[in-house]
């Protein structure tokens, strides 16, 4: 049954029906669109456009038709173009002819699918911040577990400075965290609503919008029916957030993957977070970080196919823009299959701890403490630096570490390098030493996850 029959002679062509329909994506609003239908149907009794029994008709075969809905007794039908269509015979199916066919007064599809499509995202963005957060929770579920242990810390993946596990892992989470805050500053710029916008224009019919937005859980009505009705910039930030979300979390992923390598050999996946091969017997991959990598370029996707179609589009509503939901539902619906594996993941992982602290001190990793010693002896840091790398050139060449530089050596390098130095050249001392707000010392980090996780409670 189409919502426009009057001024056509006759149908649409199967062809024009098949590319028009939109069920198979937007029937999900439909609890929403009820919803919104409640919502109007009581500012039209205020506006004296429905009389009090009217009102309860239309209300009864409201909620009969919810929980048609509900229960899978009532679904759209090929004919229906759309969620709104299917659900407006399904109201008149209820109510009748002559009561269903006045609840489409002062409103029109375009305002209805912009407001139930805000509804449906605010709902999708707790989901977002809660899947989040368990994230979150077991990079820190695994932070409180290796308090003490150390990595290399890399930049260029090259072994730069000694870092304790906990700070690494709690960088992650530090991203995650940033993204649930995006999600929260976006619910706030979305809590209005279109509903009485109309078809771009506002309705005539004395309606009150501010009363709609209420019941749906607004915080107001929207300032500009035509900005109402034809903005997408809430999907497209909502997609970019989700894009971030995927990339943030394609970072920890391809950590994983490395550390997960014999050459690593940093960790050890959980065998229910992992996967075999169907010809080598040994294999044991990380498929949840790969498919994390992987789907983090299909959110991508996602936002840029969106931004795409939004683009030069004139105002108001355009039909395009019934292209706007699907790739939204698909980043939202990957997340939900992705949060609950890589926390699965992530908080089974075994840390190989031993391993991790044979490696922080190698590639001359405490370099930089030497250079440091130094200033602290009231050598240049110009000065220092060089001193610093002829130890590593030296050491180098004798295949022998920093810490076992002679002293004749050291004092060769630079008088101030006295036997004292060595006092900085452990992993232990290094990393202690790092201990200002943010740095990598045992107590900074102790700190910045107690604050953290009152942080991650806040949300
Ligand atoms: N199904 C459409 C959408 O998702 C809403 C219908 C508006 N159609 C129209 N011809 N104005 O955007």
């Given at each position: 049954m189409a919502l426009w029959g009057g001024r056509f002679a006759s149908g649409p062509a199967e062809a024009m029906a098949a590319l028009s329909v939109s069920t198979h994506f937007d029937w999900r609003l439909a609890p929403y669109d009820i919803a919104g239908s409640r919502a109007h149907a009581r500012v039209l009794h205020e506006a004296g456009l429905l009389t009090d029994s009217e009102l309860e008709g239309m209300l009864r075969a409201l909620a009969g038709l919810a929980e048609d809905v509900a229960s899978g007794a009532f679904t759209p039908s090929?004919?229906?173009?759309?969620v709104h269509t299917a659900l407006e015979r399904g109201l008149i199916e209820r109510a009748g002819a002559e009561l269903g066919g006045k609840?489409?007064?002062?409103?029109s599809r375009n305002d209805q699918v912009a407001t139930l499509f805000r509804m449906w995202l605010r709902d999708a963005a707790k989901r977002m911040a809660t899947g989040t957060l368990d994230v979150v929770d077991a990079l820190v579920s695994q932070a409180n577990l290796h308090p003490g242990a150390v990595l290399p810390g890399r930049t260029h993946l090259q072994h730069a400075q000694p870092v304790l596990l906990a700070h690494h892992l709690l960088a992650h989470a530090h991203a995650l965290l940033r993204d649930v805050s995006r999600l929260r500053d976006w619910d706030a710029r979305t809590a209005?609503?279109?509903?009485?916008s109309g078809a771009l224009?506002?309705?005539?019919?004395?309606?009150?919008p501010d009363s709609v937005a209420r019941e749906l859980g607004f915080a107001a009505a929207v300032e500009n029916s035509i900005d109402g009705t034809a903005s997408r910039d809430f999907a497209a930030e909502f997609a970019f957030v989700l894009a971030m979300l995927g990339v943030n979390l394609s970072r920890i992923a391809e950590e994983v993957i490395i550390w997960n390598t014999a050459e690593f050999g940093y960790v050890t996946l959980d065998d229910a977070w992992a996967t075999g091969s169907s010809i080598m017997p040994q294999k044991k991959n990380p498929d949840v970080a790969e498919l994390t990598r992987g789907k983090s370029g299909r959110l991508i996707g996602n936002l840029t196919g969106l931004l795409a179609t939004l683009k030069?589009?004139?105002?108001?509503?355009?039909?395009?823009?019934?292209?706007?939901k699907e790739p939204v539902f698909d980043s939202v619906g990957q997340l939900e299959l992705l949060f609950p594996a890589i926390a699965g993941m992530l908080g089974t992982l075994t840390f190989h701890t031993g391993r991790l602290a044979e490696l922080?001190?190698?590639?001359?990793?405490?370099a930089t403490d030497i250079a440091e010693w130094l200033v602290r002896q009231g050598v240049p840091f110009r000065v220092a630096h060089e001193a610093a790398g002829e130890c590593v050139r030296v050491a180098e060449a004798r295949g022998a570490?920093?810490?076992?530089?002679t002293d004749d050596e050291l004092e060769k390098i630079h008088?101030?390098?006295?036997?004292?130095?060595?006092?900085?050249?452990?992993v232990d001392g290094s990393v202690a030493s790092r201990?200002?707000?943010?740095?990598?010392?045992p107590d900074r980090v102790a700190e910045q996850l107690e604050r953290l996780v009152v942080r991650a409670e806040d949300f």
């Amino acid at each position: 049954m189409a919502l426009w029959g009057g001024r056509f002679a006759s149908g649409p062509a199967e062809a024009m029906a098949a590319l028009s329909v939109s069920t198979h994506f937007d029937w999900r609003l439909a609890p929403y669109d009820i919803a919104g239908s409640r919502a109007h149907a009581r500012v039209l009794h205020e506006a004296g456009l429905l009389t009090d029994s009217e009102l309860e008709g239309m209300l009864r075969a409201l909620a009969g038709l919810a929980e048609d809905v509900a229960s899978g007794a009532f679904t759209p039908s090929a004919d229906d173009e759309d969620v709104h269509t299917a659900l407006e015979r399904g109201l008149i199916e209820r109510a009748g002819a002559e009561l269903g066919g006045k609840l489409r007064a002062g409103r029109s599809r375009n305002d209805q699918v912009a407001t139930l499509f805000r509804m449906w995202l605010r709902d999708a963005a707790k989901r977002m911040a809660t899947g989040t957060l368990d994230v979150v929770d077991a990079l820190v579920s695994q932070a409180n577990l290796h308090p003490g242990a150390v990595l290399p810390g890399r930049t260029h993946l090259q072994h730069a400075q000694p870092v304790l596990l906990a700070h690494h892992l709690l960088a992650h989470a530090h991203a995650l965290l940033r993204d649930v805050s995006r999600l929260r500053d976006w619910d706030a710029r979305t809590a209005e609503s279109p509903y009485g916008s109309g078809a771009l224009a506002g309705s005539s019919l004395g309606l009150d919008p501010d009363s709609v937005a209420r019941e749906l859980g607004f915080a107001a009505a929207v300032e500009n029916s035509i900005d109402g009705t034809a903005s997408r910039d809430f999907a497209a930030e909502f997609a970019f957030v989700l894009a971030m979300l995927g990339v943030n979390l394609s970072r920890i992923a391809e950590e994983v993957i490395i550390w997960n390598t014999a050459e690593f050999g940093y960790v050890t996946l959980d065998d229910a977070w992992a996967t075999g091969s169907s010809i080598m017997p040994q294999k044991k991959n990380p498929d949840v970080a790969e498919l994390t990598r992987g789907k983090s370029g299909r959110l991508i996707g996602n936002l840029t196919g969106l931004l795409a179609t939004l683009k030069a589009m004139p105002l108001a509503y355009n039909r395009d823009l019934q292209e706007d939901k699907e790739p939204v539902f698909d980043s939202v619906g990957q997340l939900e299959l992705l949060f609950p594996a890589i926390a699965g993941m992530l908080g089974t992982l075994t840390f190989h701890t031993g391993r991790l602290a044979e490696l922080a001190p190698a590639g001359f990793t405490l370099a930089t403490d030497i250079a440091e010693w130094l200033v602290r002896q009231g050598v240049p840091f110009r000065v220092a630096h060089e001193a610093a790398g002829e130890c590593v050139r030296v050491a180098e060449a004798r295949g022998a570490g920093l810490d076992e530089l002679t002293d004749d050596e050291l004092e060769k390098i630079h008088p101030a390098l006295t036997p004292q130095v060595r006092e900085v050249l452990t992993v232990d001392g290094s990393v202690a030493s790092r201990n200002a707000r943010g740095g990598t010392a045992p107590d900074r980090v102790a700190e910045q996850l107690e604050r953290l996780v009152v942080r991650a409670e806040d949300f």
